[in-house]
């Protein structure tokens, strides 16, 4: 497919392209101190894209969602690989109407007045499109997946092979370029998947482990439980089914007086040592004098000073402040145990409260003579313990299910590693190596240095994409912007190495890129123009590219010929721009 024309109802420069070689060339002509930013050259990229059916919203694109285009037509004419033009309308107004129109020849000039041959919803006029194209390269893939490589805006230089549009997740674009390098691209996709669902099944065992708080090791000890409580709830049940309560009032019997008088009785002596505890502290408290009268000292000294020196009223004024601190930390210390020893024996009346309610109800049990209120209370026991039968299955599947799901998680680790062994057995077949032996020819003869594509697997076994220099330390000694322009170069030469190495299929046969010249050497420059030039003879392609005149080299500015200019930008006026508009 090659690009034909590109037009407008209004406020557009319509641009008819040369089969070939093609320039887009903006130039400075105001006086004004602007660069030749927003002439267009750059934003005809999304105008073709547009007409090429790429998503829109008029709410989020910044460029056609501008208001300048309300009631804007585009035309498109496209050259398909059978040798007939496909003619597409599309509609800022209307965007997802698409019309289509077949012809066998070229349109002669930019007609408005079509007689269409159909009108299509968007989806469906993306696949009738991808129908009309009829690419044999990539089957698996809709042409949309690829163009993005063949439309090079400025942000999409960034990387060789992870465009600007691939942002989602490893498998949106790996297993792509896996296939567009003539690999299989299903072997990533398939290990990228099984991953997938391998952190799925992972974090469906963990939810199952905190919800039902399970532990699979304790499987055994579980169905122990189980056989013990069917038990015992068999019994109760045949008694009840008997009126037959002898056997479970010796067991409520034995419960009475092994567990409940016996805790009955140990609750009850802490409660009596706590209650000793709690008088001893309280008379401690009420002993404890910290008050000292140093009038009464001052005077006894008074009386005695003649036999007493003022050295020892010192120290024993030292001994009575030693003695205050010691009683004052002993009154914190026993005021805070006391305080603990209260809650403590709180606590105790309740449990003994609660432990007592139970004991009369097993004592009125007991000695309850009518069997139909015993029938209701020992059913309501069978209730519990089925209750709790029914709570000890639930665990029980809980950690089968959790065992079935970590069965799955070892399979298709197994799966992973299968395919870990798949991709390697494809890297070693390198399929790719003509498409590297392309993209280094162009390399060597623009830089005179080579370069290589090469694939990997990491430590995750995932495929890596690498296309760089191989002397890529002197080659990028200058400043960063060259580094970024050496890059640019890298995806240039990827690019046309696609459509070298797919001439002779049906697959798109021209590649846009904007703006390759910014500094670059102009010997580079004469080498890379002329190389697309011969390229484009050899292999029938169609280039264009877009310029500042002032990036043309010095020495020869007639490099780039009046025919291969197909549109001519300038800041002089409005009319010297792509929109006829300043926004």
Known sequence: MKISKIYSNKNFKNIEFNEKFNAIVASKQSNEKKDTHGLGKSTLIRV????????????????????????????????????????????????????????????????????????????????????????????NWDYRKSITYFLRSQQDFLDVFKLNKFKGKHKEWKPFVFDLLGFNGTLI?????????????????????LEAQ????????????????????LEIKNQIDKFNFFKEDILTNKHLVEEIDIKLQAFNTDRYRISYEINKIESSLSEINDDIDKKEINSLFEEVKLYYPEQLKKEYEDLINFQKSLTT??????????????????ELNKSIEEIESRKSDLLSLLTEKDSYFKFKEYQKKTIGIEVEIERIKDKLEAIDNSLI?????????????????????????????????????????????????????????????????????????????????????LCVAFDLSLLVNYSDKSFYKFVYHDGVLEGL???????????????????????????????LPKDMPDLIEDKDICLRLNDKNNSGKLFLNSF
């Open 214 to 233: 399970i532990d699979t090791s304790e499987k055994d000890r579980l169905e122990g439980l189980l056989e013990i409580k069917k038990i015992e709830l």
């Open 521 to 551: 050497d102009d010997r580079i420059k004469i080498r890379y123009i002329n190389l697309i030039k011969e390229f484009c003879e050899e292999y029938d392609l169609q280039y264009i590219v877009t310029l500042i005149d002032s990036d």
């Open 329 to 346: 930390e002993r009154k914190e210390y026993l005021t805070e145990t006391l305080s603990l020893l209260k809650l403590d024996y709180a």
């Open 48 to 139: 073709i894209d547009f007409l090429l059916l790429s998503s829109f919203n008029k709410n989020t694109d910044k460029l056609l969602g501008n208001e300048l285009f309300i009631g804007q037509e585009f035309y498109g004419e496209f050259k398909l690989n059978n040798g007939k033009y496909l003619l597409i309308k599309r509609t800022i107004n209307s965007a997802t109407k698409v019309f289509f129109k077949l012809n066998n020849s070229k349109l002669d000039g930019f007609k408005l007045d079509i007689d269409w041959d159909e009108e299509l919803t968007f989806k469906k006029a993306r696949a009738k499109l991808n129908e009309y194209l009829d690419f044999n390269v990539l089957p």
């Open 405 to 489: 799901i970590e069965r799955e998680i070892k399979i298709n680790q197994e799966l992973v590693s299968s395919k870990i062994d798949e991709l390697k057995k494809a890297l070693i077949e390198r399929k790719h190596s003509n498409i590297n032996r392309i993209f280094n020819s162009i390399i060597k003869e623009i830089l005179d240095t080579n370069a290589l594509i090469s694939l990997k697997l990491n430590n995750q076994g995932n495929v890596e994409f690498n296309a760089d220099y191989q002397n890529k330390t002197d080659l990028l000694k200058t400043s960063e912007s060259q580094g970024t322009t050496y890059k640019k170069l």
């Open 189 to 209: 996709l398939e290990k990228l998947e099984i991953e997938e669902e391998i952190d799925d099944l992972k974090k469906k065992t963990q939810t199952l482990r």
